[in-house]
């Protein structure tokens, strides 16, 4: 079937002003030109028509599915005095409900109509994207979205452009499919405009050996692994350059949720007392920026429900919405039809929209206290003389940075043989850390500065403080400062 559009849930009235996305076809790989649509998934248009019987398609009987009944139990977002949501859902023959006859069997490379209709809503109050003809559909994750991204939007032997740190997963997808990746200097706020500018302004076919970037791969909050959240100017900025050298944006955003109340030792910052301040306090989304329809939008259930369900979603053009089903189609379908009404039941006849951002701002609470835990353990236990940090503001991780210059061998050992010393060490001690050389874009282009990258997702409070009380004797023994 076709996914459904915005415009199929009411988002945007008929008589919208707001203007379509133009063409894509100058930005799509052949590869993703040249799929054609499933011919069985086009037959499913048929399905809800009165009396038909169906011996055309291959999906099996509902009666022969073992599971007939499901239970889950989730917080109540709405009732203070019974903490605790039963939601069951049953095989009842899939007569017109969404049941798990109809979970359990196949389902269009959009996803579940149902739980497409929650995130388009969702979408549309978060974001809201200022054109006509944008629409949602679901994936399976947001590593699944940057790989079909990449195949969709480049050839072998074409460049991405991305943060000069970056999600290290990222480029071990772009390398076997023959993308090479130019990487974007950063400051405290993330991606820096001018630097991108620049390397697009002076771009050398012949030196790079390919063709100037059109494709820009980024994560605007909490990124990872660097913890940096662009600016709503930064945002701004970042979009005017991609309008001026016609760059395609590929927002990845596990971790947009996860904004927190800037870091304060006396912990007196306020916080979200509905979802309306939530909202506000939220920056602003590149999606909601885009007038020309050049944003691909990846959410993720990933860091707010569970990545076990192998759910997210993509917002974006028509155009483009479309040939990614198509690629759904004909590779990962879609995700699990069990995580599928699971996040439905949750989400839609739970919690609804109201009850999901409740849960949103608790998320950010708990975050926020754990980033504050290991924010003043770092204050206690890192020497401050070779070790520097910014307090982040979204997502699980703290960069830090070591004054590796300062290191009694520095002129004889390398950066990268001193970042060994260090994590092993660390391992030694009792901690797991990950070196910052492990996220650069441009593999094989020497680092100038040593980082390594903390998280503070899962371990507890008190684990973290032992965590940073170990990392601080490995860092002081390296470097010799210990009396």
């Known amino acids: 079937m076709a996914p459904p559009s915005a415009t199929d849930y ?16 100058n930005i799509l790989s052949i590869e993703s030109l040249i799929r054609h649509p499933s011919n069985m998934k086009q037959a499913g248009q048929y399905m809800d028509r009165p009396g038909l019987i169906s011996l055309g398609t291959g999906l099996p009987s509902s009666e022969y ?33 969404y049941d798990l006859s109809i979970a359990l069997n196949y389902c269009g490379g959009s996803g579940q109509a149902e739980l497409v209709r929650f995130v388009t809503k969702h979408t549309e109050i978060v974001s809201n994207p200022p054109y006509f ?39 071990d997808t772009a390398d076997p499919l023959g993308i090479k990746v130019a990487g974007i200097a950063m ?22 050996g390919a063709r100037k970037p059109h494709l820009l791969y980024t994560i605007p909050s909490g990124q990872n692994p660097t913890g940096a959240t662009q600016s709503a100017q930064r945002r701004r900025d970042v979009y005017k350059i991609a309008q001026k050298h016609d760059i395609y944006i590929l927002e990845d955003e596990p971790y947009y949720f996860l904004q927190m109340q800037p870091y304060s030792k006396n912990d007196t910052a306020s ?20 007038v020309d329809g050049r944003v691909m939008r990846a959410d993720s259930f990933s860091k707010v429900v569970g990545p076990g369900l192998r759910t997210g979603w993509i917002t974006a053009s028509e155009q483009i919405i479309e040939r990614f089903v198509r690629h759904n189609d004909f590779s990962t379908q879609n995700p699990s039809g069990i995580s599928q009404i699971i996040l439905y039941k949750i989400l839609e006849e739970g919690w609804g929209h109201e009850g999901y951002f409740k849960w949103l701002i608790n998320l950010r609470l708990q975050y926020t206290n754990r980033r504050n835990v290991i924010l003043a353990a770092c204050e206690k236990n890192l020497p401050a003389s070779v070790v520097s940090w910014t307090p982040p503001s979204a997502g699980m991780f703290l960069w830090l940075k070591v004054d590796w210059r300062r290191h009694p061998l520095a002129e004889i050992k390398s950066l990268l043989d001193l970042e060994h010393e260090i994590f092993l060490d660390a391992v030694q001690q009792g901690v797991l850390i990950s070196k910052g050389s492990w996220f650069l874009a441009e593999r094989g282009v020497a680092a100038e500065n040593m980082f390594f990258r903390l998280t503070y997702a899962s371990a507890s409070s008190g684990e973290i403080e032992k965590a940073i009380e170990y990392l601080g004797l490995a860092i002081r023994r390296c470097f010799s400062l210990i009396q």
């Open 10 to 25: 009411g988002s945007i009235p008929e008589t919208s002003e707001l203007g379509t996305k133009k063409a894509a076809s």
């Open 133 to 171: 003809d944008w629409q949602c559909a679901l994936s399976i994750g947001t590593t699944s979205v940057t790989e079909q991204a990449f195949r969709m939007f480049c050839e072998r032997g074409d460049y991405i452009l991305c943060e000069e740190y970056t999600f290290s997963s990222a480029v």
């Open 65 to 97: 599915f073992p599971i007939n009944q499901m239970e889950i139990k989730v917080p109540s977002m709405h009732k203070a005095e019974d903490p605790e949501l039963s939601l069951s859902f049953a095989k009842r023959g899939g007569h017109g409900e």
């Open 187 to 208: 400051d405290q706020e993330g991606l820096l405009p001018q630097s991108l500018d620049e390397i697009l302004s002076n771009w050398d076919v012949q030196i790079r």
């Open 271 to 290: 916080i979200p007392q509905n979802s309306e301040e939530f909202l506000q306090a939220l920056v602003p989304t590149l999606l909601s920026m885009d």
